[in-house]
């Protein structure tokens, strides 16, 4: 193989002292003799991603590499299916000659070709993919920021960043496919304890296309604001903490859907639970000290459909009108709700009231936990 200059291709431009020139060479050597050609080192370096060229490898694994026509043809799935599948992944679609493809790509295809096999409609195949790939998307950046933290040490070369990146990735990667298998197939155990298929399901031999479900939003309030005040550092702290304040409170029947910047989405099949879910959220935040904004939070029971582990439907859009109303640190929730809830809680008709968006008057209560040897 022939010798790359790569100071002559100005891969060392920009690198003034002599220990950054030594690590970048030691870095360019090595992955140009691990197989990266001259263009991706190039590009890798123009984009300030040549660190992570390693772990990128790593990731893929080696062997042999198709092209979409051969990936097609080895797992019986017609390519424009497979088109479909990576752009719903979010993946970028590759000239038809590239063989860019790898071993897991071709296991993935023929897993398509079995689910398709076994019954699987296109086109819920291909909301599977988007949604698996949203949610996957933010597993990957938590993993990614966690690793970073880890492992970045003070002085590092690029070099040395860049071979204990790609060591602990090819370490910890088995480990990390074991403990997503295990949360998936928790949360599969769990939606199928409080999954009910009834006569009609039965003699149909379909789903009901929509269901009746308990909604919620809460968020910060003031938190745009906040944001014109304290570093964006400190924001992303107050938008994570509220992430993990919804989570905690978040248990069965209540699950988090997701959260939108400073707002978190919960949807529960039993309008109680999900009382009591936001009540706590509430209280959590204010539990959280005066530098962090209070939460407030709107609820609504009604029809909604649910789509690649979302949901729509006017329930969604009612609990969303119901947080903009509601003052901070309260709950507030539709009449539906209202009269779908038993327990000991306190309740305040606030009356009807006209919601942006959402047509007609919409009588509307706010509610507290019964105070104690309350009537």
Not at 17 to 28: T, V
Not at 75 to 85: A, D, F, M, W
Not at 198 to 211: C, M, T, V
Not at 250 to 272: C, F, H, N, Q, Y
Request: with cysteine.
């Amino acid at each position: 193989m022939e010798q790359i200059d790569f100071e002559k291709e100005g891969l060392l431009d920009g690198l003034d002292d002599e220990q950054s020139r030594k690590a970048r060479l030691e870095l360019l050597e090595r992955l140009a003799d691990d197989g990266c050609e001259l263009e991706e080192l190039r590009q890798a370096t123009e984009e300030g991603r040549l660190v992570l060229l390693p772990v990128e490898r790593v990731l893929a694994g080696g062997g042999k590499r198709y092209t979409q026509g051969e990936i097609a043809e080895r797992s019986g799935v017609e390519p424009e299916l497979l088109e479909k599948t990576w752009r719903a992944l979010g993946m970028a679609q590759p000239p038809p000659d590239r063989r860019v493809f790898t071993k897991d790509d071709l296991e993935a295809a023929e897993a398509t070709r079995q689910f398709l096999d076994a019954g699987i409609p296109e086109d819920e195949f291909i909301q599977l993919s988007r949604s698996l790939s949203q949610s996957m998307a933010g597993v990957a950046a938590a993993v990614g920021n966690a690793f970073a933290d880890a492992l970045l040490e003070a002085g590092d070369t690029e070099a040395e960043l860049a071979l204990r990146y790609a060591e602990a990735t090819r370490e910890l990667t088995p480990l990390l496919d074991r403990v997503v298998r295990h949360v998936l197939l928790m949360q599969l155990r769990e939606r199928a304890r409080s999954a009910v298929i009834g006569e009609s399901e039965l003699s149909s031999g379909k789903l009901a296309g929509s269901q009746e479900v308990a909604v919620g939003f809460a968020d910060l309030v003031g938190f745009t604001k906040l944001g014109e005040r304290v570093p964006s550092e400190e924001l992303g702290m107050v938008a994570g903490r509220m992430e993990e304040l919804a989570s905690e409170v978040a248990e069965a029947p209540v699950r988090m859907v997701k959260t939108i910047g400073d707002a978190a989405m919960l949807v529960s099949e039993e309008p109680g639970p999900l009382v009591d879910a936001a009540l706590a959220l509430v209280d959590a935040a204010e539990h959280e000290g005066k530098r962090f904004p209070p939460v407030h939070a709107g609820l609504a029971l009604g029809d909604a459909l649910p789509r690649g582990g979302d949901w729509y439907g006017q329930p969604v859009n009612l609990a969303s009108r119901i947080t903009d109303f509601a003052v901070p640190g309260s709950v507030v929730v539709s009449k539906d709700l209202r009269e779908a809830v038993d327990g000991d809680y306190d309740w305040s008709e606030i009356g009807s009231r006209k919601l942006k968006g959402i047509r007609g008057q919409t009588e509307l209560f706010r509610v507290r936990r019964a105070e104690p040897g309350g009537g």
